[in-house]
């Protein structure tokens, strides 16, 4: 079959995918300018995308009205193309902190622009940052850039290597590739779903009281502290942050009885766990005491959880063969 050019830009079908992401250190705090760890996963969403009679999502012809980030997508992307046929496929649930919907607009967008503009992965960063900011209304450009890039990343940290800076909402936040330490780690959904917005506003209210500031100050002090033990290979370094993490998060009321019931079952076959993204339900990440994976694994599905082991993904958002 021929392929369809759309508007001279890109020619369909053509598919793409991209990883989710696992925050290590730093979630909510990396909105207000704090630093985060996080890393791509291994579970990825692969978007095709074909020309159509009319624009589907999924064989939903309503989406592009009822989902913001497709929504949002097709208007900055695609406004003058022909109607599309999307098909997405995904690995990672929904609304469980792994960055179901920054892999879903990274795979879209390399899917849509023109060929060669995932050779720019500082502009598909971008992009793709606005993008989810448009969508969601409230956010980190984290969660795109991992989806984008792959790998570890460290945003506004000194560590790790430049990658690029992205800017929006009177803030500029410097994303750094940290080396891959080749650590599997455990994830485990809970089954509550959440709104990534709603818990970042809840985060942002409690900043506003007096001891916000301080507060900001402990989750930054965390996250630094274990992205140098995560840059050292520093396993024990890594745990104690992760449950000081942990700590602050449930301080400021993010975590939830679920969560915490998750992070007791796992406790004896774990060197460190917390939760992982926004928090209120999502997903815990656990970093398993070596030897003892099988045991986390059984620990948290006895449990209730969804457990996946995961690795860092060492490749981000790319164009694939359309079928
Ligand atoms: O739960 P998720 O996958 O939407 O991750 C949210 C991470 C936050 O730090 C809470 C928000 C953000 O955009 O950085």
């Known amino acids: 079959m021929s392929g369809v050019a759309a508007g001279g830009s890109r020619t369909l079908p053509s598919s793409a995918r991209a990883p989710g992401k696992c925050i290590l250190f730093g979630e909510h705090a990396v909105v ?18 074909r020309a159509a009679a009319e624009t589907t999502l999924n064989a939903d012809p309503r989406a592009s009205e009822s989902n913001p980030y497709f929504r949002a997508a097709l208007e900055a992307l695609w406004a ?15 609304a469980a902190g792994l960055g179901s919907s920054a892999a879903f607009l990274a795979a879209l967008a390399t899917a849509l622009l ?3 503009a995932a050779g720019r992965p500082a502009e598909l960063a971008q992009r793709c940052f606005s993008l989810e900011r448009q969508a969601q209304g409230v956010g980190s450009p984290g969660d795109t850039s991992a989806s984008v890039a792959g790998g570890y990343l460290t945003v506004n940290s000194p560590r790790g290597a430049a990658l690029w800076t992205i800017e929006g909402d009177s803030r500029r936040w410097e994303v750094r590739r940290l080396e891959d330490p080749g650590w599997v780690w ?10 990534t917005a709603d818990a970042v506003r809840a985060f942002a209210r409690r900043l506003e009281n007096a001891d916000g500031p301080k507060l ?8 630094h502290r274990g992205i140098d033990a995560l840059a050292r290979g520093d396993r ?26 998750l992070l007791e079952a796992v406790a004896p076959a774990a060197e460190g766990a917390k939760l992982t993204g926004a928090g209120c339900g999502g997903s815990i990440v656990v970093l398993p005491r070596s030897g003892r994976e099988t045991e986390a694994m059984r620990r948290l599905a006895r449990a209730g959880a969804v457990p996946f082991p995961v690795r860092a993904s060492t490749t981000g958002a790319e164009a694939v063969g359309p079928e």
């Open 186 to 195: 455990i994830v485990a959904y809970s089954g509550v779903p959440r709104s």
């Open 32 to 49: 207000h300018g704090a630093p985060e760890l996080l890393f791509a996963v291994d579970l990825r969403t692969q978007v095709v995308v």
């Open 114 to 116: 023109p060929e060669g």
């Open 80 to 94: 003058s193309g022909p109607p599309v046929e999307v098909r997405s496929v995904s690995r990672l649930p929904r």
């Open 236 to 261: 024990e370094g890594v745990a104690r942050e992760m449950e000081e993490n942990q700590a602050l998060l449930r301080e400021v009321g993010v975590s939830h009885p679920r969560l915490e019931a």
């Open 216 to 223: 900001l100050d402990r989750f930054a002090s965390v996250a």
